[in-house]
């Protein structure tokens, strides 16, 4: 199965932002003076875990798209509980294992969320995000079309 270009897109995106935001995380530690390789370690295994549970989240949501839709809530749920386990294993192998920070092994797992709610302050001109009108039901995109009914 070839990977949608729109999942490695996203993919790498939310990638590029965890590994900002574990620069930043690692800059956080060095200021308060507890930088050490523990830290950097769990950093980066938590990191690698955040990136590659998004990743395989969109490998699911590429695969549930031809399917009927009770087909697609059993196969969402089984990948969101296949990934809360994998990242549980990633914790706990940085943590009890290698002897990494827990900290440092467990925030990046948020990363992802932070790098999709900025998401459509870096999305273009492409594709208009649809905002909603005061006392309106309706959704508009930015030009005041109807979003409902894009053709």
Do not use: H
Request: hydrophobic share 50%; charged share 20%; proline share 3%.
């Amino acid at each position: 199965m070839e990977i949608d270009s729109q999942v490695k897109k996203e993919s790498l995106y939310v990638l590029c932002w965890c590994c900002g935001l574990c620069a930043v995380m690692l800059a956080v530690y060095a200021l308060l003076g507890m930088l050490s390789g523990s830290v950097i370690g769990g950093a980066l295994v938590g990191t690698f875990a955040a990136a590659a549970n998004f990743f395989l989240m969109g490998l699911t949501i590429q695969r549930c798209i031809s399917l009927e839709q009770e087909q697609i809530k059993k196969k969402v749920r089984r990948s969101q509980g296949l990934r809360l386990i994998f990242q549980l294993a990633a914790v706990v192998l940085s943590v009890k294992v290698l002897g990494f920070d827990l900290f440092a092994s467990v925030i990046p797992l948020l990363f992802p969320r932070i790098a999709v709610m900025f998401r459509p302050a870096f999305k273009g001109l492409d594709a208009p995000v649809p905002v909603r009108e005061e006392g309106s039901g309706d959704s508009k995109d930015t030009e005041g079309n109807d979003s409902d009914n894009e053709e």
